[in-house]
């Protein structure tokens, strides 16, 4: 990563800390996967049902739990695994081996100028927002950010990023409603490295008249940025909404296959009881995931954390709320 430029303060220990907290209870507010268990206790095969049958309503599907479930049941049979305490150890390692290998966070190349990001998925994922919170991110790092409003189907989407750019006086490069995406992009790459930023953050439409028109539309977004420099965009940076459970797999299948996906940003985690979508994201696609929302405003943001977030599946104990 480049040395950040301008001498701003990095995130302190204290609010870095305060986004994990806020992770881990957004998270554990679904029904515990861990059920009644009390430490030391018995295992036995209703104990198993009723964590198979957690963990599917935790939305980490129905094969995965299963595979989850014969996993440590194997564990048990070979005297590995003795009492709910090691099966609640053994739980957390599996989930951890999961999660652990996609905690990858984004690294923005400084051989790269600027290093493009294009933020893309469905209508309401939160694309526009991450955007807006990843630029104040950076820029709060010292990065000399543009913004490029790529989404010229919705009238408003504009105004939104506007907003945005806004906050954290930033330029940005628009085009009027209904105007050519590409042309956007163009410009805006052309503008950004004229300028000598940093990093160019690409918001993109999430709906058009079809999915496939939508998926032509980023095709060509990335074609016309690639006459300017034939390495962009550095990332494409899937935005899902947790809280879409097994849809957002979907999702994340369908934007992999159009446009190649490099990385991911989950949002919506403060609104859904069902992490556990989160880990079938990482076991079926691997995909590195880089950021996580859990809200609105800029400091609901951070960088995936794996810890964090499986102590909030598994509802840590002893760890207070704020
Ligand atoms: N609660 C919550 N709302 C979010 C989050 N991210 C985005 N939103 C909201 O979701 C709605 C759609 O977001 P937007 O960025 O416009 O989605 P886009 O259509 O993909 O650009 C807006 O009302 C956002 O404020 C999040 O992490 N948590
Ligand atoms: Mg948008």
């Known amino acids: 990563m480049f040395p950040p430029r301008a001498n701003s303060p990095a995130p302190t220990t204290a609010s870095r800390s305060g986004f994990l907290g806020r992770l881990r209870h957004s998270i ?10 009390l430490p030391g206790g018995k295992i036995d095969e209703a104990l198993l049902e009723s964590l198979e049958e957690r963990l599917i309503q935790g939305d980490l599907g129905v094969e995965l739990a299963a595979e989850m479930v014969a996993g440590l049941r194997k564990r048990i049979d070979r005297k590995e695994v003795a009492d709910t305490t090691a099966l609640e150890a053994a739980l957390r390692a599996a989930l951890l081996e999961i999660i652990q290998p996609v905690a990858v966070p984004l690294h923005c190349d400084g051989a790269h100028r600027p290093f493009v990001v294009m933020v893309v998925g469905i209508n309401g994922s939160g694309k526009t927002t991450t955007l807006g ?3 104040a991110r950076l820029t709060g790092e010292g990065r000399r ?5 790529c989404d010229t189907f919705r009238a408003a989407a504009v105004e939104q990023l506007a907003t945005w750019a806004g906050r954290s006086d930033l330029p940005l490069v628009s085009q009027g409603t209904g105007a ?6 163009h410009d805006a790459l052309a503008s950004a490295r004229a300028r000598d930023m940093d990093v160019l953050l690409v918001d993109t439409a999430g709906r058009l008249h079809t999915q496939s028109h939508l998926m032509d539309e980023l095709g060509k977004v990335v074609r016309v940025m690639r006459k300017l420099d034939p390495t962009a965009p550095h990332e494409v940076l899937l935005v899902l909404d947790a ?4 849809n957002a797999l979907r999702q994340a299948e369908q934007f992999r296959g159009a446009v190649g996906v490099t990385g991911l940003a989950l949002t919506k ?3 859904t009881a069902k992490g556990g979508i989160v880990v079938a994201i990482a076991k079926r696609l691997g995909i590195p995931i880089r950021y996580v929302g859990i809200g609105e405003q800029p400091e609901d943001f951070g960088v995936f954390d794996a810890e964090a977030f499986v102590d909030g599946l598994l509802g840590q104990r002893g760890s207070t709320p704020p």
């Open 28 to 37: 554990s507010r679904g029904a515990n996967w861990l059920g009644e268990w």
């Open 133 to 135: 919170k990843l630029a």
């Open 145 to 149: 950010v543009m913004l490029a409003a």
């Open 180 to 185: 050519d995406p590409a042309a956007v992009a």
């Open 243 to 246: 809280s879409q459970g097994q």
């Open 269 to 271: 985690l403060d609104g």
